[in-house]
Nanobody, 125 residues
Framework: QVQLQESGPGLVNTSQTLSLTCSVSGDSITSNYFYWAWIRQSPGKGLEWLGAIGYSGRTYYSPSLKNRISISRETAKNRFTLQLTSVTPEETAVYYC?????????????????WGQGTQVTVSS
């Protein structure tokens, strides 16, 4: 059974870089037909898809963030990372990582069949 766990600092200063890691167990992040996503949830914006990295290493980013976001992976440690630069207090949110099934993207879950528990990140003003 695949499990995902977010980790990283819970407090980031305004204008600095938010860095998080998603550790995956029970599956390989290079497994075919899956990709690995970052999502955040805040009271002001609800759920927001940030981006993902595919099993081949190809990345996909929200157009609104593509100038500030970077998703990468460390395959030897079976984990992937999020870096978001120049953050603002409005980006305070619970950040989640999730596994996405390519074949079920059009379904009710958006193909996201497994989520981490989320980690609170506060951007201090």
């Amino acid at each position: 059974q695949v499990q995902l766990q977010e980790s990283g600092p819970g407090l980031v200063n305004t204008s600095q870089t938010l860095s998080l890691t998603c550790s995956v167990s029970g599956d390989s992040i290079t497994s075919n037909y899956f990709y690995w996503a970052w999502i955040r949830q805040s009271p002001g914006k609800g759920l927001e898809w940030l981006g993902a990295i595919g099993y081949s290493g190809r990345t996909y980013y929200s157009p609104s963030l593509k100038n500030r976001i970077s998703i990468s992976r460390e395959t030897a440690k079976n984990r992937f990372t999020l870096q978001l630069t120049s953050v603002t207090p409005e980006e305070t949110a619970v950040y989640y990582c999730a596994r996405v099934n390519d074949a079920k993207v059009s379904g009710p879950s958006g193909g996201m069949d497994s989520w981490g528990q989320g980690t609170q990140v506060t951007v201090s003003s």
